[in-house]
């Protein structure tokens, strides 16, 4: 089932090309990856699909419905329910683990009682919850990670957008949070479109990998068909 479709979008930053005739179709519950180096336009997808941007032409479309087209957003970031994780994680310092996850629940008007059992049930599942009251700046950069994917999560989002999450951490951290985005996602059954630079990360996490050059989509196949092309001779 076609979850989110993308449709001759191209766009620009200050007059210069980013995306070019930029077509794309996301299954419900697909993990896709975009591979690509700096600047190739993949993280300008994932602010398109969030709302932040509008695509100076094509259209982009949820379930059906269309959200964005020709320079118009006609659905904002907040009625697309879509989580995201951002390089940088974006936790707000001030607010405990508690407070960062607690934000957007009270953003959309979430009971108390509903609030404590979200929160609760996200922080078991990605076993935080005994940092509940412990600020981002006292946590490992590991928790500071499950706690911005709990963030994105307890929301129930339709997917979950992730910006080069990983690129800050070591090699062995990378590979264990890697695994918990899998476990994660085999427990709740978001659409994860996942962006990265990183090849062996892109090919561990996905089922689909595109790999993106200078705005536009260069191959796409499966994780197997991807790994081929890069052993080719």
Not at 27 to 53: H, Y
Not at 130 to 138: D, L
Not at 140 to 165: F, I, N, T, W
Not at 176 to 188: A, Q, V, Y
Request: aromatic share 6%.
């Amino acid at each position: 089932m076609t979850f989110l479709t993308i449709t001759s979008v191209t766009t620009s930053y200050n007059g210069q090309p980013v995306l070019h005739d930029f077509s794309l179709e996301i299954e419900k519950g697909e993990r896709l990856v975009i591979l690509g180096p700096s600047g190739c336009g993949k993280t300008t997808v994932l602010r398109l699909l969030a709302g932040f941007i509008a695509p100076d032409s094509g259209s982009i479309s949820i379930e059906g419905d269309l959200v964005a087209a020709d320079g118009k957003t006609i659905t904002g970031p907040e009625a697309r329910h879509f989580g995201m994780v951002f390089q940088d994680l974006a936790l707000w310092p001030h607010l405990s683990v508690k407070g960062n996850l607690e934000f957007g629940l009270k953003a959309k008007h979430v009971t108390k009682e509903k609030r404590e059992q979200l929160i609760a049930e996200m922080l078991d599942l990605v076993q935080m919850s005994e940092y509940i009251h412990a600020k981002p700046g006292e946590l490992s950069g590991g928790q500071q990670q499950r706690v911005a994917l709990a963030r994105a999560l307890v929301l129930h989002p339709k997917a979950l957008l992730m910006d080069e999450p990983l690129s800050s951490l070591d090699v062995d951290l990378n590979e264990r949070i890697r695994k918990e985005i899998l476990r994660l996602h085999n427990t709740l059954g978001f659409t994860l479109i996942y962006v990265t630079h990183d090849r062996e990360e892109a090919l561990d996490i996905g089922t689909r990998v595109l790999i993106m050059e200078k705005g536009r989509i260069e191959r796409s196949g499966s994780v197997k068909e991807i790994r081929h092309y890069f052993e080719r001779p």
